[in-house]
């Protein structure tokens, strides 16, 4: 045999199996265990829709990458890998401690503020507090911790960066009007009831959400003593114990039975008396997340249309609402609710329906609970700003600005 | 769709041999032009159709360079080389030199267009090469998609042969994959396990990190930027050798240098050529008295490190080479050579670890204040946020270790020991675990861009 036939054969070899895999869809993108989910295309768009809008072409790069044979495969072994051959603490932007914990680690943003940048920040929010006031309209800045703030025992190494940029953001508002609610002390109390954060996820709990939502509305209910809320006992609360981790970065721990994780449900107990009192109004630009699943059930799904209705026209930018209003009716079908990824989401114009791509993600933390405490609670993407119009057609009884630690970085932009 | 993506390993790349080996030969050309030119619409979208125009402007031109004689001839060739070079300063420099202008996307590519332009137009004028009248085999050499994105620096005359026959052979194709395969081993089982590391060391301030972060930082940068380029450039000359071209060398162990002079001899070794055949020689390289080499050579490092982009920190990057190089150069090299040859490798090691600190830093403070604290093992941090051992998971210290073997050609020796079947076996074992290996790595997406994509 000739030399060099050896390294052909097994190439041709390894793209033959990838191949024949990607066709019979053996261990492609099938399983939704990625946080960001996976791309689906229903039908090929058009040749013309690929060479002319660039959208479409990313859409079928991540297509491909997404569904090409014997991913899942790979993509599991990758953690395998990385966290138990190799012992590294360290995956997918990441980094895990030896229970299983993970967490973020430093985004590639610097850790702390310029006094010019704090200055930004600051006029940003006393501007959109003043406007507010002059409506009588009471403003809370509310700053949601990551988990390593409130778990500060779990993370590997003490920390030390996560908080640098919230505690200057604090001291400079210090001296404004600006309520300013920081959610990291009253989480931090709570550690030992319920799990506040998912084990394998960014995200905060149900139970972290009610938390905060508790805080939120104490500190309203100070400025009117008329308002209630709900409180723990309007629910009951009841743990739910699944079998493998919750989290949407679950994977990079191998998302396999045998590793417990306790969700806590809220059920609205018969009769409450205090929900939606006085026909009050809240608006939140919220940056809060609780996840839902592609198996998300239809009843579920259409309890939380009211709260989609503002997010998903915001979320498709360019879409028209006439758009919104024809993928409305396929959410009620609930065929499929699909995440793909953000930079496609904010941007995608739903390519004339050739791929169902509903977003189901952004900010129903909190607002699961405003949505019971107040007539109507509308959402917006924290990083919006304020928008006067939607204030003077609304008039909202509150006005809220969530900011994730990690998203600090939104507050630098000028409105 | 990047070089180190699955989709361009398992079924673009697969897709585009298979075509081509089915072609006719008369059309293979034509094929591996459309291809190229598909290949960088999809990343590039519409651009492509300033890259067809660009190569049909420089056709044209080097046509009448060549018809031309004397000042005419010269004439065109001035027109040409400040055409190239407004078309790059448009898209590269506009931001920089006009910050109030509206940002000005930087299409990819057009760096090394530019350069491969000049260089075409230059060989023309020299009569190095006669100019390619095919118009087609001049738009394959301009955009084949190899070499199209971040080189290397291919002259005319060193594929013109290639273009009209192509040396394709069972050899050729499998030197070929397993070079392809080496280049995205490097880049992506070192580089980019080093990549994540190296962003969050030069997140923080050099104020809060100790001093042997600091010396992490910049040691981890050095072999992430050495192993991301001369990975891109192992695929870009193992993707031409499949296709019956031979690209040359860009790399040849940097690391070792007992000089910076020799580190560039060895550092993108097509990027040096150029600078020295096309600015250095033109300027009077040595032939005009030792000053004058002195402030040739540091033109020709200010105009390479603002090559590399659009930023202060570039142009510093350049000039402190150039100063380098002019130390090295005086008396014959007297400052250095008296040395032991260990010294000379560490002094050389010192002084890249510390250039490429100003490379990779945003701006010249955050640059000054690495380096000072670096240099001096500086304890007057205000803070240190994080232990040592918080950057050095195993995996990082298994790519060091193995990033560092790599930077000196013991394993390649070793390899040459082997001979006939041996070397095939242990080469296809290797070719075998290293494709897995990406796949394993490239499903997870960690992967990054190539670091000189962006210049």
């Known amino acids: ?415 | 769709m990047s070089f180190v993506s699955p989709i361009f390993l398992v079924l673009f790349l697969p897709l585009v041999f298979l075509l081509y080996f089915i072609t006719p030969k008369k059309y293979k050309n034509l094929l591996l032009v459309f291809v190229s030119l598909f290949f960088y619409f999809w990343n590039e979208g519409l651009y492509v159709l300033h890259i067809l125009f660009w190569v049909i402007v420089n056709y044209v031109f080097s046509l009448q360079i060549s018809k031309s004689v004397g000042l005419v001839s010269k004439f065109h060739l001035v027109v040409i080389v400040v055409f190239n070079i407004l078309i790059l300063g448009y898209f590269k420099y506009t931001n920089f030199l006009f910050p109030a202008t509206s940002v000005i996307y930087l299409p990819l590519a057009i760096s090394f267009f530019a350069f491969h332009a000049i260089a075409y137009n230059v060989d023309v004028y020299r009569r190095v090469n006669k100019p390619e009248k095919n118009l087609l085999n001049l738009m394959l050499y301009f955009t084949f998609f190899p070499h199209l994105i971040a080189g290397p620096i291919i002259r005319y005359h060193q594929i013109s042969k290639n273009i009209k026959l192509k040396n394709i052979s069972i050899e050729n194709i499998s030197q070929g994959l397993f070079r392809v395969i080496c280049g995205v081993a490097k880049k992506i089982l070192i580089a980019d396990t080093f990549a994540p590391i190296v962003n969050e060391i030069f997140a923080l301030s050099p104020y809060n990190l100790s001093a042997a972060e600091l010396w992490l930082g910049a040691i981890l940068f050095s072999l992430q930027i050495y192993y991301d380029f001369s990975g891109y450039s192992d695929i870009a000359i193992g993707l031409a050798k499949v296709f019956g071209f031979t690209f040359p060398e860009n790399f040849n162990y940097p690391y070792i240098s007992t000089s910076v002079t020799e580190f560039w001899k060895r550092w993108h070794i097509t990027l040096s050529n150029w600078f020295k055949d096309y600015l250095y020689i033109p300027l009077g390289g040595n032939r005009k008295g030792a000053l004058r080499t002195y402030i040739n050579l540091f033109i020709v490092f200010v105009a390479c490190g603002f090559w590399h982009g659009a930023n202060w920190t570039f142009l510093v990057w350049g000039m402190f080479h150039g100063i380098i190089l002019i130390l090295e150069r005086i008396k014959n090299g007297t400052l250095v050579n008296w040395m032991p040859q260990f010294i000379r490798r560490f002094y050389t090691l010192i002084f890249l670890l510390t250039s490429w600190v100003i490379f990779r830093s945003e701006n010249l403070v955050y640059a000054k204040s690495y380096i000072k604290n670096m240099l001096t093992f500086s304890t007057s941090v205000t803070y240190v946020y994080y232990p040592i051992s918080y950057f050095l998971d195993k995996d990082i210290l298994l790519a060091l270790v193995f990033g560092t073997i790599l930077a000196f050609p013991l394993i390649r020796q070793r390899l040459s020991t082997y001979k006939g079947w041996h070397k095939e076996i242990v080469k296809t074992m290797l070719f075998v675990l290293l494709f897995i290996l990406f796949l394993i790595a490239a499903s997870s997406e960690t992967y990054k861009t190539f670091i000189y994509f962006r210049f």
């Open chain 1, 1 to 415: 045999m000739q030399k060099g036939y050896l390294i052909i054969i097994f190439y041709i070899l390894i793209i033959v199996t990838i191949t024949t895999a990607m066709f019979l869809n053996i261990s492609t993108a099938g399983e939704f265990v990625e946080h960001r989910g996976v791309v689906e295309i229903q039908r090929i768009p058009p040749i013309k829709k690929i060479l002319t809008d660039s959208d479409t072409r990313a859409l079928v790069n991540s297509y491909l990458r997404d569904h090409y044979g014997m991913r899942n495969i790979f993509l599991k072994t990758y953690p395998f890998i990385k966290l138990n051959i190799l012992g590294s603490r360290r995956i997918y932007s990441g980094m895990r401690n030896s229970d299983g914990w993970s967490f973020e680690t430093l985004p590639p943003s610097k850790i702390s503020f310029s006094q010019s940048e704090l200055v930004i920040i600051e006029n940003n929010l006393v501007q959109e507090n003043e406007y507010l006031k002059s409506k009588n309209i009471p403003y809370f800045f509310v700053i949601v911790p990551r988990k390593q703030s409130v778990y500060t025992n779990l993370y590997p190494f003490p920390d030390k960066t996560f908080n640098k940029k919230t505690d200057q953001v604090l001291n400079q508002l210090k001296n404004t009007d600006v309520e300013v609610i920081d959610l990291r002390e009253v989480l931090r109390n709570n550690v030992d009831s319920f799990p506040l954060y998912f084990k394998t996820d960014s995200h905060w709990t149900n139970y972290g959400a009610f938390i905060a939502y508790e805080e939120i509305m104490r500190k309203y209910q100070e400025q009117n003593s008329k308002f209630k809320y709900l409180t723990k006992e309007d629910f009951e609360i009841f743990p739910v114990v699944h079998e493998r981790w919750l989290g949407d970065s679950s994977l990079m721990s191998f998302n396999e039975p045998g590793h417990p994780e306790v969700e806590v449900k809220f059920k609205l107990k018969e009769g409450s008396s205090k929900i939606k009192p006085n026909n009050w109004k809240i608006l939140t630009y919220g940056d809060s997340y609780v996840e839902v699943k592609r198996y998300v059930l239809k009843s579920e799904l259409l309890h939380i249309l009211p709260t989609m209705e503002y997010i998903i026209p915001l979320l498709f930018e360019e879409t028209e609402r006439s758009d919104y209003l024809k993928i409305k009716d396929t959410l009620e079908n609930s065929i499929s609710v699909i995440q793909i990824e953000p930079n496609i989401r904010l941007r995608n114009r739903l390519l004339n329906f050739l791929m169902i791509s509903a977003v189901l993600e952004d900010p129903l933390g909190l607002n699961f609970f405003f949505e019971m405490n107040f007539d109507k609670s509308i959402v917006q993407p924290f990083n919006y700003p304020l928008d006067r119009t939607l204030v003077e057609k609304e008039k909202p009884n509150l006005v809220i600005r969530e900011v994730n630690q990690s998203d600090l970085d939104s507050l630098l932009k000028t409105y």
